[in-house]
C-alpha cells in the first residue's frame, strides 16, 4: 500500500462507515456508577430493588443505561432534600413521563412545600435549642467564675 503524497487538504474524505457515526448509547457497570456518586454497589442495588432503577442484565451483570444515570442522581438528590423513598419514587418518575403532566407537577409541589414547611419547623426548633444550650453555657461560665474566685480566696 502506497502512502498518497497529496497534501491533506487536497485528498477525498471518504464517508464514515455507518456503524461508526452511530454512536452506541453509553452503558455503566455498578461499580462506575457507584464511583461516580460515591455511594456503595449495594446502596444502588437497594434503589433497584425498590423500583428506583431497573438496569439490562448481561448473564449476573447489571447494565446501567444514560436514563438509569440519570434516576440514581435524581435519587440521591431527593435523599439529599430528606424525601422518603416514595416521594423520590414521585419525582424520578416524573423525570420518564411527559413533561407537561400538570396534575404530576401538582402534585410533587404539593409534596416539596409539606417537606419546605417541614424542614422550615426543624430549623425554628434547632434555632430555639441553640439559644437554650447557649444560656446554659453562659450560666455554666458564670457559676465557673464564682468557683474560681472562691478557691483563689482560700489560698
Do not use: W
Not at 127 to 139: D, P, S
Amino acid at each position: 500500500m502506497v502512502a498518497s503524497t497529496r497534501p491533506a487538504s487536497l485528498r477525498k474524505s471518504r464517508p464514515s462507515p455507518p456503524a461508526a457515526r452511530t454512536a452506541e448509547p453509553r452503558a455503566f457497570s455498578i461499580t462506575e456508577l457507584a464511583a461516580e456518586f460515591d455511594v456503595t454497589p449495594r446502596a444502588i442495588r437497594f434503589y433497584e430493588d425498590v423500583g428506583l432503577l431497573t438496569p439490562a442484565r448481561a448473564g449476573r451483570n447489571r447494565i446501567y443505561t444514560h436514563r438509569d444515570r440519570t434516576r440514581l442522581k435524581l435519587t440521591l438528590r431527593g435523599k439529599r432534600l430528606g424525601l422518603s423513598l416514595s416521594e423520590i419514587k414521585q419525582l424520578v418518575d416524573l423525570y420518564d413521563s411527559p413533561s407537561d403532566t400538570a396534575p404530576q407537577l401538582q402534585a410533587f409541589l404539593g409534596v416539596l412545600a409539606a417537606h419546605r414547611r417541614l424542614l422550615e419547623q426543624q430549623r425554628e426548633d434547632i434555632e430555639i435549642t441553640l439559644a437554650e444550650i447557649a444560656q446554659h453555657e453562659a450560666r455554666c461560665r458564670v457559676l465557673l467564675a464564682g468557683v474560681s474566685r472562691k478557691d483563689r480566696n482560700r489560698a
